[in-house]
């Protein structure tokens, strides 16, 4: 089993456990009895060639399936679309390409029609690669296939580029997403840095969780004020926007500012008048904030406080996610992908995979659907990354909401001598 979670109070419960992936002694299935289909819906991820590669040769080479359908365009491609075989000839080289060769959606989620199809084409395991959204619309099949008593097997692999599903350490392509982010602020830091009064602002993606925006600021180093989703801002006034950009110039000569795609969306859609419209699959669709925050910053310190600013704004959103998978992530697509087909294999259902704790587990779907994963404002994370940029935090100590974090470590743990003391 694998623990849920590793560092827990002394006087703590021990938590949950989930099974750990890999390769059973006895597989539920034979091989010439499995019919397996891919789908894959929801935005792009670095890596999902990949794991649907890895689908494909781990069924066939490790258990000898050699009937795998690609259902195309997302979870309405299974009642509006015809299928591909996929062989390992046909996916060959594929993770070599950004993407998906399966097409992707959003929306068209219909439980009775996929299942009715599932059944029809006499499917009986069904790996189903997507976010959040997915992950939901996966237990809702796993609900119904076993309501109707039938023998299928239903996996989830979770793909996110926001990193914004809990339970699992972090998601495929994420890392991917994170260095190719840096390339973005490492050209908007070289463009400022050459000009007087140069303001780089490069928007990344991250709708309701700012981890790209975050992790891209700790690793680039020439950031110097990064906006998230997760904290308020304000642009006015003492502690403000206006007034750090302006100090910062004052002091460097340049700054450089990263923005999630979800920071701010309150004060955007309050300056716009703006209404809330959704996508297709529900979510919901997001203002600009990266030349709004740019117009508004240079209209003040051009026309309020008379200076000459150059402003650079970058936005390389769709280029992020657009990119085939680094090397460490299409390891990992590999082991998901894997973990997924001995899980399904095995006979297992209405499981997601992914790495808990470093060991990939087989965990319930509705586990990773039951809330968002979002940076924590009270976590060690975010205060590194005030650290780091010494930018403001825009929050009074006695606004931040107290949770549960581990930061006192187990109280009946060893306890180190401290300098200077004469006990441990
Ligand atoms: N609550 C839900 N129940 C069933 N299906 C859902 C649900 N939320 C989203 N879906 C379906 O999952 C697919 C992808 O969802 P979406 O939110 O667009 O992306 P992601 O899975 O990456 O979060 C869409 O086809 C959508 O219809
Ligand atoms: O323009 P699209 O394709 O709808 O995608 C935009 C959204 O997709 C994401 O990249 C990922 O969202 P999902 O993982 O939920 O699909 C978000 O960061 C972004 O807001
Ligand atoms: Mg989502």
């Known amino acids: 089993m694998v623990a849920k979670k590793i560092v827990v109070q002394g006087s703590g419960d021990r938590g949950i456990y989930y099974r750990r992936a890999g390769p059973r002694e006895r597989v539920y299935f034979k091989s010439d009895e499995v019919r397996a289909c891919i789908v894959t819906c929801g935005g792009l991820c670095p890596g999902i060639n990949t794991v649907i590669r890895e689908i494909v040769y781990g069924l066939n080479y490790m258990y000898g399936v050699d009937d795998i359908l690609g259902i195309q365009g997302g979870y309405r491609g299974f009642y509006s679309k015809n299928t591909i075989n996929l062989t390992p000839k046909v996916v060959n080289d594929i993770h070599k390409r950004g993407g998906t060769l399966l097409q992707t959606s959003r929306g068209g989620h219909d439980t009775q029609k996929i299942v009715d199809n599932i059944q029809d ?27 109707r008593g039938l023998q299928v097997s239903v996996a989830g692999i979770p793909k996110t580029i926001d990193n914004d599903i809990v339970v699992i350490d972090k998601s495929f392509g994420f890392d991917t997403a994170v260095e190719e982010a840096q390339r973005a602020i490492n050209a908007a830091h070289v463009e400022v840095e050459s000009v007087e009064n140069g303001i780089g602002i490069v928007k990344l993606m991250g709708r309701y969780s700012g981890f790209i925006a975050v992790f891209a600021t700790l690793a680039s180093r020439d950031v110097d004020c990064c906006l998230i989703p997760e904290s308020p801002f304000y642009l006015e006034g003492h502690g403000g926007l206006f007034q750090f950009v302006e100090k910062r110039l004052k002091e460097h000569g340049h700054i450089v500012i990263v923005v999630a795609e979800g920071a701010g969306q309150d004060y955007v859609a309050q300056s716009m008048n703006a209404t809330v419209e959704k996508d297709a699959s529900g979510n919901k669709l997001l203002l600009d904030v990266g030349p709004w925050l740019s117009q508004q910053i240079k209209d003040h310190l051009t026309k309020v406080r008379k200076m000459t600013v150059n402003m650079k704004y970058i936005d390389p959103t769709y280029m992020v996610r657009a990119i085939p998978s680094n090397a460490s992530d299409n390891i990992y697509c590999t082991l998901l ?20 704790n470093n060991r990939h587990a087989y965990i319930p779907i509705s586990h990773v659907t039951e809330r968002t994963n979002t940076v924590k404002l009270t976590d060690r994370m975010w205060a590194r990354l005030l650290a780091s940029t010494n930018q403001p935090s825009f929050i009074h100590n006695d606004e931040l909401i107290k949770e549960d974090v581990d930061l006192n470590g187990a109280a009946d743990a060893v306890d180190y001598k401290k300098i200077g003391s004469t006990s441990t």
């Open 121 to 147: 084409r006499m499917i009986n395991q069904v790996y189903i690669i997507g976010g959040d959204g997915t992950q939901r619309g996966a237990a809702l099949i796993a609900k119904e296939v076993e309501r």
């Open 337 to 356: 992908a894997h973990s997924a087909v001995h899980g399904a294999m095995a006979g297992f259902t209405g499981f997601t995979v992914g790495p808990v």
